[in-house]
């Protein structure tokens, strides 16, 4: 069975490594497409890349090797190719260089990765391949509700598709709106290779109390709601220090936190390796994840499986993985004050209180999100898809 997945102009998603690690002892093989991620993808039997090097030349010689390719060898199939593209109004070379190596190597099933990509690859079908969507993140929760030719892009291919994938039940109810046969949609949460977050039930003795947050630069992070929550603290005379990886701060973060006098209390960090990132999840008393939007955040899985506390705002589906009080705390969205109260009532816990949640946590990472449970799972999903009308 062969599955194709586009890598687009960045690697591909930690749910697509994760599986890519796990695939070895499968009859399945992967093709990557897209840019070429040789250091996130090392090779494997069974994982090949044919991406390309993201410059200028090398894309142009690699669109023109595949073009030779299937002028000699098969003609036929990229003049409907190009008649089914012109119709669909994306017959340009930022396509082609796409498309041409994935008709040339004709994988069973395409697996698409952002939803927003859609309209590239509907032509697929007409050559027998499958096709299955990942539902995760911004582009289902709210890019449709944005953008509404995005969302009529969405009912026009939605119902069309073979399969979904959803990174959580909530998220798979969404795609519902947009003509989604909820038959065709398996929840396969997120997995982790639990050998590499040791867990450790140890809390900090630091007098200062350590709030962590990691996330990309985007409003959906809601980390404006998080510093409000930090200004709450401050005011009450906590002693903390809320560190945020992954932002970069515009002017408006950085007058916020001027103007709540909060710039000895909180550190911004862009960028960090991931070694360093897993260390600061490891010495921090609690994440905090203040998100409005979110499928299922994989960051909230590692601490849970490192033994760090959660403290999440209950959006998307992080409800199906914490439950309040008993492996995690979840507050509502938008709510400073919720935040605030949260993490005061963890820095007051007794060891014994916090202990018995991290335990609780990592046994849920345990029960639900082994690595192993996630790649059974896909793999069943590719071939149900791929012989449902044999």
Known sequence: MKIAVYSGEIPSTTFIERLIHGLERSDCHVLLFGVKASNHYPNKKNVKNFGYRNNRFFKIVYLLSYWLRLTIFRNRDKKRLHLKLKKLSRYHLNVLIKV?????????IFHIQWAKGIQDWMWVQDFGIKIILSLRGAHINYSPLADRNLAEVYKQN?????AFHAVSNAIGKEAVIYGADKNKILTIL???D???FPFSK???????FRILSIGRDHWKKGYHYSLDACSKLKNQGMDFHYQIVGLNPDFEVLYQLKDSNLESHVKIESHLPMDLVRFYIQEADVLLLPSIEEGIANVVLEAMALGTLVVSSDCGGMNEVIEHKVNGLLVAVRDPEAIAEALKEVSEMTDSTYETIVMNARDTIERQHDIEEMINKMIGLYSKTLFFDK
Not at 100 to 108: R, T
Not at 202 to 208: A, E
């Open 100 to 108: 041409y190596p994935v008709l040339w190597y004709k994988p069973d």
């Open 190 to 192: 997120s997995g982790l």
């Open 202 to 208: 140890r809390r900090s003795k630091s007098p200062v």
């Open 194 to 196: 639990l050998k590499s």
């Open 158 to 162: 939605f119902p069309k598709l073979d």
